[in-house]
């Protein structure tokens, strides 16, 4: 089974900036879509941005759109989140997401991390 | 951006009982939601996709219904291990949105 592991999160000041990185661990990235999920602190799950499997289309909800960037890296089974000018209300655990609801023939792709912790906060 | 809506928000049911969430959403999305179930400090797990289509290892007793704007996920026989948040989900359009959750515990 694919595992997806998420790092880079952690404590940071309001402002500032964090990348978010995924890995699979076997190369399982090619033509799939890849997403970034998160839940705040006993709150529900928010989607937060989507990548294509060719990079041609891509897309954020619209509480993080012009402060994060979302790409991928298959040669390096990668998937990031660049997360600028963050706000107390980014803090949440952040999850990768592979073929988020894909099923194809009755199997489905979709795949999720144990998720990385991004608190903000002064 | 496409809105969902799930009712009940929370539910207090018994071993054995029937329990139906229902999810709609704020215009057309054909069958294109899925349910996933989420325990306390786990990832979700997908149960439903394509509106009514079973995720290979899901207990029968999960299914799903609709199209449109309005869907449902039905538990036919409530299990202890089925005690959890469930969360609906579309992806006809980008953005992709959930919604809010409907909390399942012990009556």
């Keep these: 089974e694919v595992q997806l592991v998420e790092s880079g999160g952690g404590l940071v000041q309001p402002g500032r900036s964090l990348r978010l990185s995924c890995t699979a661990s076997e190369n399982t990235f090619d033509n799939f879509a890849l997403h970034w999920v998160r839940q705040a602190p006993g709150k529900g799950l928010e989607w937060v941005s989507g990548i294509s499997w060719n990079s041609g289309v891509i897309d954020y909800a619209d509480s993080v759109k012009g402060r994060f960037t979302i790409s991928r890296d298959d040669a390096k089974n990668s998937l990031y989140l660049q997360m600028s000018n963050l706000k107390t209300e980014d803090t949440a655990l952040y999850y990768c997401v592979k073929a988020i609801l894909y099923c194809n023939d009755g199997v489905c792709y979709d795949s999720w991390g144990q998720g990385t912790q991004v608190t903000v906060s002064s | 951006a496409i809105q969902l809506t799930q009712s009940p928000?929370?539910?207090?049911?018994?071993?054995?009982?029937?329990?139906?969430?229902?999810?709609r959403a704020s215009q057309a999305i054909g069958t294109d939601v899925g349910w996933y179930q989420q325990k306390s400090g786990k990832a979700p797990n997908l149960l439903i996709y394509?509106?009514?289509?079973?995720?290979?290892?899901?207990?029968?007793?999960?299914?799903?219904?609709?199209?449109?704007?309005?869907?449902?996920?039905?538990?036919?026989?409530?299990?202890?291990?089925?005690?959890?948040?469930?969360?609906?989900?579309?992806?006809?359009?980008?953005?992709?949105?959930?919604?809010?959750?409907?909390?399942?515990?012990?009556?």
């Design chain 2, 9 to 23: 928000s929370s539910l207090s049911a018994s071993v054995g009982d029937r329990v139906t969430i229902t999810c």
């Design chain 2, 50 to 107: 394509d509106a009514s289509n079973l995720q290979s290892g899901v207990p029968s007793r999960f299914s799903g219904s609709g199209s449109g704007t309005d869907f449902a996920l039905t538990i036919s026989s409530l299990q202890p291990e089925d005690f959890a948040t469930y969360y609906c989900l579309q992806d006809s359009n980008f953005p992709f949105t959930f919604g809010p959750g409907t909390k399942v515990d012990i009556k």
